[in-house]
């Protein structure tokens, strides 16, 4: 293994550490909410120091590497990819401690409510989309990438379903407004983090098979 290749290792390692900060916030987040665990919510927000501490050092360790061994190809892509995957697993911690604060300010949330907006569902599909992308990215495998973007219109369709399920809840359920809007929330949040899986995903894609797939994403959802 030359000099470069040890680099481009030591990024990887540094970016799946990154990646296991992320993936604690995403899925405690699901149990905090289920159990209304405010404890629980602070440690996913205080764990997102960490998490901005690993961007900015992956960044810097990126950043290096152009400097001293000026990487081409295959090289070239994964350190472009990395700049990217790192980007959007920052954004993925963000927007897993938006949810803890919107657990710590909701309470005990009202099981019929968690059911009429399939909120848990939609956490179950981020949780395995992100560890499959994790996968995807360790195992160099551009096929799974390619299911996990697929996997997305889940989240987005429950997403799109959100206000007319709310509108109809809040009508049955007049006292429970507050409530209602703390879970449209997460569930913006999570269909958010479902776009930044889906982004990695392209540029594993991307570092793999030396495609670009984004804008044709971009086009196909206009069609849905």
């Keep these: 293994m030359n000099q470069l290749e040890k680099e481009l290792s030591r990024i990887k390692d ?15 987040g699901k149990d905090a909410l289920i159990n209304a665990d405010k404890e ?10 960490k998490v901005n501490a690993f961007d900015v050092k992956i960044d810097r360790m990126c950043e290096n590497l152009f400097a001293l061994f000026n990487p081409v190809a295959v090289d070239l892509r994964l350190v472009l990819a990395v700049l990217k995957i790192n980007a959007n697993l920052e954004r ?3 927007s897993a401690e938006g949810v803890a ?3 710590q300010e909701a309470g005990p949330l009202e099981n019929d409510l968690l059911e009429a907006t399939r ?3 939609m956490y179950d599909g981020a949780v395995s989309m992100l560890v499959d992308v994790q996968k995807a990215f360790n195992e160099e495998s551009s096929e799974l990438a390619h299911e996990l973007i697929k996997k ?3 989240l987005n369709k429950i997403h799109r379903k959100t ?3 709310l509108v109809d809840y809040i009508q049955t359920h007049p006292d429970n407004i507050a409530q209602s809007l703390k879970v449209s929330g997460i569930i913006r949040k999570l269909e958010r983090i479902g776009d930044q899986i889906t982004n990695i995903a392209e540029e594993i894609v991307f570092y793999v ?3 670009v797939v984004k804008h044709q994403q971009k086009v196909k959802k206009r069609k849905e």
């Design 14 to 28: 540094k970016v799946n550490e990154m990646w296991s900060l992320v993936e604690f916030q995403v899925l405690s």
């Design 40 to 49: 629980l919510a602070k440690k996913i927000i205080k764990r997102g120091k």
């Design 92 to 94: 993925i911690g963000d």
């Design 101 to 103: 604060r919107l657990i």
């Design 119 to 121: 909120v848990i569902e």
């Design 152 to 154: 997305d219109k889940l």
């Design 163 to 165: 206000d007319k399920v």
């Design 209 to 211: 098979d030396a495609k």
